[in-house]
């Protein structure tokens, strides 16, 4: 009820995101579209002659993976500054503060829409055999869009206290770029590892939208649980310590 009452305001927040994003640069939102296909261009020059025999449309896969990662990138990223950057408003008026990471969430949904029209590009090129499994690739994204929401929660409510949370947050997202298979097959991981990937979130999420698009099934249903399971336990664990600790926020920003 209170995103609804405050609809107005997170429309406004949103696009004004979208305007300072786009400033000034000739191409604007198509960037979004080109930037995942020039990146997805670059990795498979560099990576597919070493990967081509065991993975099958490898620029097919290398973009879902790269595109759904980069969502979780931006929007964990934009929502970890957005109570510190918007510390104005918030001692101005009242609004609930959950407001902020959310029209980032959202901010950056908006953006992956235009990304998947490159993935739909890619798509096309590559004669991908489009099925009645694509109708259900929003629910991936939906899924993730939870969980991100939810990862951002957390981090914008720790970076209030802990202005270095933003660094060590960047060596974490380093981190788990490498250990999500974004550009490489899960076969090439260490035994130990491979018995343990599905403790990451991420490769869950996509390997869900893998399966619908490259396969054309629905992903085995202790992959698609764990799918909904990090989402709700994402969303209610973020919930419940920016609720704990907001109060905290003015005597900090």
């Not at 009242?94 to 829409?113: G, H, Q, T, V």
């Not at 991936?140 to 947050?169: E, K, N």
């Amino acid at each position: 009820m209170e995103i609804f009452k405050y609809r107005n305001l997170i429309k406004e927040l949103v696009i004004r995101d979208i305007k300072v994003k786009y400033k000034k640069s000739i191409l604007g939102i198509l960037w979004s579209i080109l930037n995942p296909l020039l990146m997805m261009m670059v990795m498979t020059v560099v990576f597919s002659t070493i990967f081509k025999s065991s993975i099958p449309n490898f620029p097919m896969y290398l973009i879902i993976g790269q595109t759904l990662f980069t969502f979780f990138s931006e929007t964990t990223n934009m929502a970890l500054m957005s109570i510190i950057y918007s510390a104005g408003l918030i001692k101005k008026v009242y609004i609930p503060k959950y407001i902020f990471p959310f029209s980032k969430s959202l901010f950056a949904l908006s953006n992956l829409f235009f990304s998947l029209i490159a993935v739909f590009i890619v798509a096309i090129f590559t004669k991908i055999e489009f099925s009645f499994y694509i109708l259900l690739f929003p629910l991936p994204i939906f899924l993730l869009f939870l969980f991100s929401f939810g990862i951002g929660l957390i981090v914008a409510t720790y970076s209030v206290f802990f202005r270095d949370i933003a660094h060590l947050y960047q060596i974490l997202l380093l981190i788990w770029t490498y250990v999500t298979p974004i550009f490489y097959p899960i076969t090439i991981l260490p035994g130990n590892l491979v018995k343990t990937i599905l403790y990451n979130p991420l490769f869950c999420y996509i390997t869900f939208a893998r399966d619908l698009i490259l396969e054309r099934k629905i992903s085995d249903i202790k992959l698609v649980s764990l799918c909904f399971l990090y989402s709700l336990v994402s969303m209610i664990l973020g919930m419940y310590i920016f609720k704990k600790n907001e109060k905290q926020f003015i005597f900090y920003i």
